[in-house]
């Protein structure tokens, strides 16, 4: 197997809001919240017009995106045999990832990840774990792990407990180990446990700039480029409107955004741009050659509704 997914197993539920609802729901704008308790979620959920449901996760995102190139990829995910779970699992199987986890009746549901998208495309997410979030160490398959090329993590699933003794036994039998910082809201929680991890145990980090800024505490860009050059490993960041940039072996490469673009939804850009960025990888692409696979695949997704094409 190419590679492995691992994260937490998500039903994406995609609404449209004005900003007074960020606001007066006191959100932050473009972030990601969690929410502890299902009837807060249910409440927060209630008087919205959905406009889409689909298989989610950000990991299972970019896995996706890898299939539909072509390659051959698998996930670990944890999900509830309930409606949602059922739906999840055939969203995967439909778009050919083996899917490594077997459901059964769990005391918490399915995910649920509340996507929504402001007039101005912007996303905001407010994410009931469920179950997903119980991921342990039985969940982990290090047979699975050891014959695959490469796992990709994201920052997502961590958390103190069950999901760092899952997290931390994946990267340990694993070949290579590439992760999305996924998050502001996950740096800050994080930050100490996310450093040790860029130094020291990931291959490749997909960040963005105000992730990787807030981990290393920049006051310009310029102190992430000697940062990405000092660590010796592969950092990843995308920028937005100025494109996205590699720091690898004490060089660095940029790539410009596509120009012209008509945006309507910005989920999924980032999970879709680690796709093509590690198809790429995989294929033993030259580094601007990734970055341009990536740009590609997160310029399509941001044209349409939803995380996946």
């Not at 994260?7 to 900003?19: C, F, H, P, R």
């Not at 998208?117 to 119980?134: H, N, V, Y």
Request: aromatic share 8%; with cysteine; hydrophobic share 40%.
């Amino acid at each position: 197997m190419k590679i492995l997914g691992i994260g937490n197993a998500i039903v994406d539920v995609v609404v449209k809001v004005d900003e007074s609802f960020i606001s007066e729901n006191n959100l932050s704008k473009g972030n990601m919240k969690l929410i502890f308790d299902e009837n807060e979620f249910k409440k927060l959920i209630s008087n919205l017009k959905i406009e889409r449901t689909i298989s989610g996760g950000s990991v299972a995102n970019s896995i996706v995106g890898l299939s539909q190139l072509g390659n051959m990829v698998g996930f670990i995910g944890k999900i509830s045999d309930d409606k949602l779970g059922i739906e999840y699992e055939n969203g995967l199987k439909k778009e050919n990832v083996t899917y490594f986890y077997k459901k059964k009746r769990e005391t918490l549901p399915t995910g649920t990840c509340l996507i929504l998208i402001t007039p101005d495309s912007e996303r905001t997410m407010c994410t009931f774990l469920g179950t997903a979030g119980k991921i342990n160490e039985n969940d982990i398959d290090e047979k699975v792990i050891s014959q695959s090329e490469m796992i990709f993590l994201e920052g997502y699933l961590w958390d103190e407990g069950d999901p760092k003794k899952a997290f931390d036994k994946a990267i340990n039998c694993a070949n290579k180990v590439a992760m999305s910082l996924s998050d502001k809201f996950c740096v800050d929680r994080h930050k100490k446990d996310f450093l040790d991890l860029v130094r020291n145990k990931l291959d490749i980090t997909f960040a963005n700039e105000e992730e990787i800024s807030s981990l290393i505490d920049a006051k310009k860009f310029e102190d992430v480029i000697t940062f990405g050059k000092e660590i010796g490993k592969q950092l990843i960041i995308t920028r937005g409107e100025k494109g996205a940039v590699s720091i690898f072996d004490n060089k660095v490469t940029t790539s410009k955004v596509k120009e012209n673009l008509k945006i309507v939804d910005l989920t999924g850009a980032g999970d879709l741009f680690a796709a093509g960025f590690l198809d790429g990888y995989l294929k033993k692409l030259s580094q601007e050659e990734c970055l341009k696979k990536g740009t590609e695949m997160a310029s399509k997704v941001i044209q349409q509704i939803g995380a996946r094409l």
